[in-house]
Each structure stands twice: as C-alpha cells, then as structure tokens.
C-alpha cells in the first residue's frame, strides 16, 4: 500500500535508534498514530503520508529526537505522550527537571515547577500520574544537593483495612511492607546503596502518620502520601509540622477515599480550604497525565463516567 509522499529527516545515529526504537516499537506508535511510514535508512529518517500526517508524525520525530539529544532516555510511555501533545496542538513539555528527573506531560511539568516555586503543593490526580514519584524525585534532589537534611515520606495507616499494631514485628518491619511504593521509588532515583547509607544517618525517615504528631520538622521535604486517607484532624496535625527551612507535598487521589466517613478526609477539606492562601500551590493532574500502561487511562475513564451515572 502506497503511504504517500516522503520527507526526510536527517539525524544522528543516537536519535535514529531512539526514535526507532528497540525492534522498531517507537516507529510503529508513530505509524500507527499518523497513518505514515517510518523508515531509518542511514544518516536519518524518512516519513512518508500525506501532508497533514507527514507533519504530524515529523513533529513528533523532531521533539523525540531533541530529547535524545539532551541526553534523555525515550521510552514507549515518552512516544505515546509525545503523540498525545502534537494531536492536541500542545507545545513540548519542558524539559523541568531536577537530576535525572525529568517531567513526562504538562501536568507533571506544571508539579514540578511548583514544588519548586511553593512551600506547599497538593497534587491531586488518579493512579499513575507521578505524583508520588516526582514529589519522592524532588526531595532525593534537595537532599543530594544538601538544600535540606531530611526527606520525610508519611503516609495514613488505613489502607486494606490493617493496623499497624496488629502486624508482626517492631517498627521498621511493619512499616517497610506497607511503605514498599516509597521505597521503590527512592530506590530508583538514589540507587540501592545511597538510600542504605542516608536512611542508616537518619536523613531519610518513613513513618505512618501517627508519628508526625508532637514533632517540628525543619530543614525538611516532607512528602504526605495517599492523603485522601487523613482526617481533617490528621491533615491539619501534618500541615503544621512545618518548620524552619522546610517545604512539603501532599499527594492523593479524592476520589479514592477509603475512610468510613469520606466526607472526613483531610485533603478534600484541605484544599478546600487552603487553596490561593499565598504559599500554596495545588497541581491537578488528568487522565492524560497517566504515564502507566495506556490502559490505565481510559480505565479510570471508565470509573469516573460510571461514578457519574445516576
């Protein structure tokens, strides 16, 4: 089947065997997309298709390979988000990053900038969008660059109907299990040793919510994880640990509130509260911001529309 005209792009290797992709799977999103055909046949890529879809796909050549350029690893997530934004007219994200750490769509490019702008951020949105991530990404960074001297990551004990104190162990062994999402996502960005060492010092804390009450946390980046879970009682208790030198992110889902009374959860009244108080920031993030499995976003489509039906 014939695809039509074709332009060709000229790039260098690094960026040919990025926008490729291993066996091809980044050119096939971009063909499959645009209705084009991408080929690599030396020294760059040509894009055949029709007018509209030639520039379409070559936008998305070009934003891909400006990324590889600068040093980033593309992904199939990276391909797919790089789709979405040209379709609907987006300009490139930029590139907001601290470290290695770097903003997937707009909403989380807008987070990050505000983490970086505010004391205190809330980020609101559905599973998968990064909130956890970034928030854990930033404080790695502070604390790397010794802009803070503690990352704390708290989060409410409620979750699958357990608590803390009927589990084995002492503290560290009932909490590590139930705090393994934080972990992973530090492990990630520290490296498996760095974490060891900084969590041995007492640079890096986690700990349910409980153990935030009676404390002053300066010098610090706080995270408050899965939010939606505090009470109002809980939420006010956190927010006002706040001390010297420190910053935090509150993150959740208010949809996803697993409280008995979900009319008592801290980060819907929160918000409804401390939204435009100055030093408050509250990034939302949408379904288009999940960078999981494109599946992800449309069942969380799917949930909300029937959430909605009467």
Do not use: C
């Amino acid at each position: 089947m014939s695809h039509g005209p074709s332009e060709f792009l000229t790039l260098d290797d690094a960026a040919v065997r990025g926008v490729a992709g291993p066996g091809g799977r980044h050119a096939a999103l971009i063909e499959d997309a645009f209705h084009v055909l991408i080929e690599t046949p030396g020294g760059g890529v040509t894009v055949s298709g029709d007018a509209k879809a030639r520039r379409a796909a070559r936008q998305v050549v070009e934003r891909l390979a400006g990324r590889i350029r600068t040093g980033e690893e593309v992904t199939p997530t990276d391909v797919r988000v790089t789709i979405d934004q040209v379709r609907a007219g987006a300009p490139q994200s930029a590139p907001a990053r601290r470290g290695a750490v770097a903003a997937k769509t707009p909403g989380q490019a807008r987070y990050l900038e505000a983490l970086e702008r505010h004391p205190l951020v809330f980020g609101l949105g559905p599973a998968g969008t990064g909130k956890t991530f970034l928030a854990v990404a930033h404080g790695a960074e502070l604390l790397k660059a010794g802009e803070v001297e503690r990352l704390v990551v708290t989060r409410p004990a409620v979750e699958a109907g357990e608590r803390l104190g009927f589990l084995p162990g002492d503290l560290n062994e009932k909490v590590d299990p139930y705090m393994a999402p934080v972990w992973e996502a530090m492990t990630r960005i520290l490296g498996g040793d760095q974490l060891r060492r900084r969590r041995e010092r007492g640079e890096i804390e986690v700990a349910p919510i409980a153990f935030m009450r009676g404390r002053t946390l300066s010098h610090a980046f706080v995270i408050v994880d899965e939010a939606q879970n505090t009470t109002r009682l809980q939420m006010k208790m956190v927010l006002t640990r706040l001390g010297e030198g420190s910053s935090m992110a509150v993150t959740g889902d208010p949809s996803q509130v697993d409280l008995v009374d979900p009319l008592d959860s801290g980060l819907v009244h929160g918000v409804s509260i401390l939204e435009g108080v100055e030093g408050v920031a509250v990034a939302r993030f949408a379904t288009s911001d999940v960078v999981r499995h494109p599946l992800v976003g449309r069942i969380v489509d799917a949930y909300e529309a029937d959430a909605r039906r009467p």
